[in-house]
Structures are given as C-alpha cells and as structure tokens.
C-alpha cells in the first residue's frame, strides 16, 4: 500500500513555497491550492494512506487506494476517533484521503476528549431507557450489543458458532467470558476478524427466533455483509440509537458507548474472578476483538 500512495500523493506534491503558491493563485493557504508544499507533510499523508488502505483491504477486500469510496473513508475516519485518536491526526487522515476522494467530500471528525472518554460508558437502566424508545429490532441489537461488546457492523455479521469459526491466525485464551454463562456466536470485526463472543442464553433464544430463513446481503457505509438473523446493525441502528437516548435521556454519548459499558463490567466481574488487572485487560482486549491490552483502556476511563 505504500507504493500505492506514493504513486497518489505525488502527483500532488509541489515543493513551491506556501508563499509562492499563494502569491501565483491568490488561495489563502496550501489547502486551497490542491498541492503539497511540504515533504514532511507528504511522508505524514503518506502514512495515512498507507494505514486506510491496509484497513480497506482487510475490511472491504479493496485491492487499490483508489477503489476508496468516501462512504468508506468516513467510516475509516469514525473508527479513527472511536479509538481514541488525537484531532491533529484525525485531520492529517481525512486531509490525505481527499486526494482520493476529493477535496470538501469529507466529514470533519472530531476528537474524543478526555471528559468523553471518562463518560462515554451507559448504566444498565440508562441502556434499558433508551431501548425502550426503539423498535424491537433495534431494542434487541442494543442489549445484544452491550451484553456482547459488540460493534455496529458487527451486529450484520453474527452467526451461531456451529456454523462458523474463529479466525485461527489467533492465539485465543481460553480464559476469554471467565464467569460468564451462555451461547458463544461468531461476528466478524474490524480487519475481517472473526471472533467468539458470548451472548447470555435468554437473549440468544430471541436472537434465534429472529432467524432468516434466507441469507441476505445488506450494505452498511458501503461495505456488504451476509446477515443471517432479522436484526438492526450499522449506521441505521446507531442513528436509531443516538436519536432513543436523547428521547430517552436528553443526551448521547453514541452507540459506541454500549462497548465502554461492557468494557468496565467484564474488567470488575473478571478482577472479581482473581485476575490482576493486567490479566484482566488482556482477557477483555480478546473478548473486545483486540490483541494489545492497552488499547482497550481508552474503554475503561
């Protein structure tokens, strides 16, 4: 993928000065110019490309940059700042995916600061709330989601794991849902993972009895999935959230946030099984669909 958008960016780059480019088109700064004017600016774009399509192609089987839709890189961008990711990079991505998607068809994402990140986590009868101002098939992806720590997309992708399997290039614990009961189904994540997660027994029998009798293939944000239960996911079920929890509370803090909630309850019950905190956080960034226990601590402030 570097190759790749070494071959975009440089039919951008202009080692004229800012000053120069602006005096000759009158553009009040080198955004407006359509150039790059700065190597270290173009090495930082060129990293940025290179990470998007890395996720595009694990995500979407995109093979070019080019392919890149900006459907796709806003979603790129949206699990960019789920992550945790600071404002100044967030720009740096959408400024060097616009020289694929094109300049102003981008969304500007904005940051995550600490004080979200400190409230982003639901209560159980918060949660409760705002599924009661949703459809019932909405109401059902939301307590699936916080009881799973799922994400949106993942909710298209669920399947019984007697019909599917974990990705096997994972060293899965087998310590993952220590004190938890219930049935284990598989969704796939971000990078085309493909993880167990565990969905208590009474919510596994409505999910089942939401079984299509045919596969469907739906679109969520320009990518397609195969969904085998009738049930909300993605973007529509997220706005469908967002809008029950202002109704509901007068605020929201994103659906996102159900996996903050299930981040902070399994890291009690798993440290209340005897497991240090390390271990504990190693258990959770499985169970969350992560390999590196640090990442999941933007889920536990």
């Given at each position: 993928m570097?190759?790749?958008?070494?071959?975009?960016?440089?039919?951008?780059?202009?080692?004229?000065?800012?000053h120069?480019?602006?005096?000759?088109?009158g553009?009040?700064?080198?955004?407006?110019?359509?150039?790059?004017?700065?190597?270290a600016?173009?090495?930082?774009?060129?990293?940025?490309?290179?990470?998007?399509?890395?996720?595009?192609?694990?995500?979407?089987?995109?093979?070019?940059?080019?392919?890149?839709?900006?459907e796709?890189?806003?979603?790129?961008?949206?699990?960019?700042?789920?992550?945790?990711?600071?404002?100044?990079?967030?720009?740096?991505?959408?400024?060097?995916?616009?020289?694929?998607?094109?300049?102003?068809?981008?969304?500007?994402e904005?940051?995550?600061?600490?004080?979200?990140?400190?409230?982003?986590?639901?209560?159980?009868?918060?949660?409760?709330r705002?599924?009661?101002?949703?459809?019932?098939?909405?109401?059902?992806?939301?307590e699936l989601?916080?009881?799973?720590?799922?994400?949106?997309?993942e909710?298209?992708?669920l399947?019984?794991?007697?019909?599917?399997?974990?990705?096997?290039h994972?060293?899965?614990?087998?310590?993952?849902?220590?004190?938890?009961?219930g049935e284990?189904?598989?969704?796939?994540?971000?990078?085309g993972?493909?993880?167990e997660?565990?969905?208590p027994?009474?919510?596994?029998?409505?999910?089942?009895?939401?079984?299509?009798?045919?596969?469907?293939?739906?679109?969520?944000?320009?990518?397609?999935?195969?969904?085998?239960?009738?049930?909300?996911?993605?973007?529509?079920w997220?706005?469908?959230?967002?809008?029950?929890?202002?109704?509901?509370l007068?605020?929201?803090?994103?659906?996102?946030?159900l996996?903050?909630?299930?981040?902070?309850?399994?890291?009690?019950?798993?440290?209340g099984?005897?497991?240090?905190?390390?271990?504990?956080?190693?258990?959770?960034?499985?169970?969350?669909?992560?390999f590196?226990?640090?990442?999941?601590?933007?889920?536990?402030?």
């Amino acid at each position: 993928m570097e190759v790749q958008a070494l071959a975009v960016l440089k039919a951008f780059l202009s080692l004229t000065s800012r000053h120069a480019a602006k005096q000759t088109s009158g553009a009040k700064g080198s955004q407006t110019t359509g150039k790059i004017h700065s190597l270290a600016t173009f090495n930082k774009y060129v990293t940025a490309l290179k990470q998007a399509g890395e996720w595009a192609r694990e995500c979407a089987g995109l093979r070019h940059l080019k392919e890149i839709t900006p459907e796709l890189a806003q979603q790129y961008l949206s699990d960019r700042t789920a992550q945790g990711i600071g404002q100044k990079q967030l720009d740096a991505d959408r400024n060097a995916l616009e020289f694929i998607t094109g300049k102003g068809s981008l969304d500007r994402e904005t940051a995550l600061v600490k004080a979200d990140l400190h409230s982003r986590a639901y209560t159980p009868e918060q949660i409760r709330r705002i599924a009661a101002h949703q459809s019932d098939r909405n109401a059902l992806a939301t307590e699936l989601a916080w009881r799973a720590g799922l994400r949106a997309h993942e909710l298209l992708t669920l399947q019984h794991r007697n019909v599917a399997q974990a990705s096997a290039h994972r060293p899965w614990s087998r310590e993952r849902f220590l004190g938890r009961d219930g049935e284990r189904y598989i969704v796939t994540g971000k990078g085309g993972l493909r993880r167990e997660v565990l969905i208590p027994s009474r919510l596994a029998s409505r999910l089942e009895a939401c079984r299509l009798s045919e596969v469907r293939t739906v679109s969520d944000r320009g990518i397609r999935y195969r969904q085998h239960y009738s049930l909300g996911g993605g973007n529509a079920w997220s706005k469908s959230f967002s809008e029950a929890s202002s109704r509901a509370l007068g605020w929201s803090q994103g659906a996102h946030g159900l996996r903050h909630s299930y981040a902070q309850e399994r890291m009690r019950e798993l440290q209340g099984e005897g497991k240090p905190y390390t271990q504990a956080r190693e258990l959770l960034s499985q169970e969350l669909g992560h390999f590196r226990g640090e990442i999941v601590e933007v889920y536990l402030r």
